[in-house]
């Protein structure tokens, strides 16, 4: 079961409240903000929507 489109929807980017994309493995979730660019994990399922937890990617 993966992240639902509905709920892709409606997640924003804790940091810069901008759009996040998933990934072709639907394992991480990525903010489409290039001066931004954090990645966040998808666990068991559930969007790690931390700051703590996510990583730069650009």
Not at 26 to 39: D, G, H, W, Y
Request: charged share 35%; net charge negative; hydrophobic share 40%.
């Amino acid at each position: 079961m993966a992240v639902s489109p509905e709920l892709l929807e409606i997640l924003r980017c804790p940091k810069c409240r901008s759009k996040v994309e998933i990934d072709a493995e639907e394992t991480r979730l990525k903010c489409v903000n290039p001066e931004c660019s954090l990645v966040y994990p998808i666990r068991d399922d559930i969007p790690v929507m931390l700051i703590d937890e996510a990583t730069v990617e650009k």
